[in-house]
């Protein structure tokens, strides 16, 4: 009997459980939004997709616009839109080697001038022994009346400072040497034409005098001027000598 109502007892129990969570699970489903079901068409199986274009009048620049319409590999001003042809990469261009400095032009040594030998003990006198025997080989020297003399006395032993001096050293316009001082074999600058502007000049070689209180002597000289030409004997006017170099031992 007990049992039984044992029995009763649990059976009761159970089924107000039940319903107390059937209760729970009902208001859940009614605090929940309800669920529709919406239909989409579908896209034509031939449908495609076109971008919307990009907008023009004052929403894009020209320029922009510009670009985005050249070509590929097409270059284009961005701040005017000019097309300015297509994009050229030229190959870079091979280093260049620096040429060789030009050789430096050599002038042509002259010969060293010979030296004769020594024909007369006294240094004047063999200058002027010197010069006639270059005159009688007719030894041609092409240049000033300068250069004549200079080779003249490098041909007697007479080429530095060493073998030669200066006796007397005066100025064109004066004043001049005193006449007693000129001896055999002096080279003398004198002047030669005191009307011109400037005074013209000479060299020559003096050899003895012929009228020394007129200040005309015998000399030895050269036609000057750059022409070739041998040296002669002849008298001379030198009374407007400025200087006097000697030839010496």
Request: glycine content about 8%; hydrophobic content about 35%; aromatic content about 6%.
């Amino acid at each position: 009997m007990d049992g039984i109502r044992t029995l009763a007892l649990a059976g009761t129990i159970a089924s107000a459980l039940l319903g107390t969570l059937y209760a729970a699970a009902d208001a859940e489903r009614d605090d929940a939004a309800p669920l529709s079901a919406v239909s989409v068409e579908p896209l034509p199986s031939d449908a495609m997709f076109v971008p919307e274009p990009i907008p023009g009048g004052h929403d894009v620049p020209l320029e922009a616009l510009a670009m985005l319409d050249a070509e590929p590999g097409e270059l284009v001003d961005p701040s005017t839109g000019v097309r300015m042809g297509p994009l050229t990469v030229l190959p870079r261009p091979a280093p260049v080697e620096p040429s060789p400095p030009p050789a430096a032009r050599r002038t042509p040594s002259r010969p060293p001038t010979p030296v004769y030998p020594r024909l007369s003990s006294d240094p004047g006198m063999n200058v002027i022994l010197i010069a006639r025997r270059m005159m009688a080989q007719n030894d041609v020297i092409q240049g000033s009346c300068y250069r004549y003399l200079s080779e003249v006395f490098a041909r007697a032993g007479h080429t530095g400072w060493r073998t030669r001096r200066t006796v007397f050293q005066g100025q064109r316009q004066g004043p001049y040497a005193d006449l007693g001082q000129i001896r055999a074999g002096d080279w003398l600058y004198i002047v030669n034409h005191p009307e011109r502007t400037p005074v013209g000049t000479h060299s020559v070689l003096f050899v003895s005098w012929e009228d020394r209180a007129q200040g005309y002597a015998r000399v030895i000289e050269h036609s000057g001027w750059g022409s070739p030409s041998a040296g002669q004997e002849r008298g001379y006017d030198v009374s407007r000598t400025y200087r006097i170099i000697r030839p010496t031992r």
